[in-house]
């Protein structure tokens, strides 16, 4: 039993990377297929399939990485809020990640979405991790 399934989810793709995976397979939860699909759309990750086998259901993520120097696209996955101690941003407090370079996950009241997309519709959250 996991405690914290994001970090979870967070240290399985850091492990294939530093593995050099082409593919990571992870416990599906709703939670976690929306911070695939943000990775996906900021292109940190080349391709992902939710996959409904077993009950709880997987996802599987094609971790994308620089063809010549073969260095992963995510550089830094880091854990922000914990189960121990949650971490929420208002707009006017919102986290810059590397400064601007990098993203932030927030799950809001609109759904999980990034730093940059939160604060276009004037709304904070729960700041579950930085991406870059």
Same mark, same amino acid.
């Given at each position: 039993?996991?405690?914290?399934?994001?970090?979870?989810?967070?240290?399985?793709? %850091?492990?294939?990377?530093?593995?050099?995976?082409?593919?990571?397979?992870?416990?599906?939860?709703?939670?976690?297929?929306?911070?695939?699909?943000?990775?996906?759309?900021?292109?940190?990750?080349?391709?992902?399939?939710?996959?409904?086998?077993?009950?709880?259901?997987?996802?599987?993520?094609?971790?994308?990485?620089?063809?010549?120097?073969?260095?992963?696209?995510?550089?830094?996955?880091?854990?922000?809020?914990?189960?121990?101690?949650?971490?929420?941003?208002?707009?006017?407090?919102?986290? %810059?990640?590397?400064?601007?370079?990098?993203?932030?996950?927030?799950?809001?009241?609109?759904?999980?979405?990034?730093?940059?997309?939160?604060?276009?519709?004037?709304?904070?959250?729960?700041?579950?991790?930085?991406?870059?």
């Amino acid at each position: 039993m996991n405690t914290d399934p994001i970090a979870d989810y967070l240290t399985r793709v %850091r492990n294939a990377i530093k593995a050099n995976h082409r593919i990571v397979e992870i416990p599906a939860s709703n939670l976690k297929k929306e911070i695939t699909k943000v990775l996906f759309d900021k292109g940190y990750i080349a391709n992902y399939k939710f996959e409904d086998t077993t009950a709880q259901g997987t996802i599987k993520i094609a971790l994308k990485y620089n063809a010549i120097t073969k260095i992963s696209a995510i550089r830094t996955l880091t854990r922000i809020s914990k189960p121990g101690l949650r971490q929420y941003a208002g707009v006017e407090n919102m986290p %810059r990640v590397l400064n601007g370079l990098g993203i932030a996950i927030l799950s809001t009241s609109k759904g999980v979405m990034t730093d940059k997309e939160a604060a276009k519709l004037n709304i904070g959250g729960e700041v579950l991790c930085h991406v870059y």
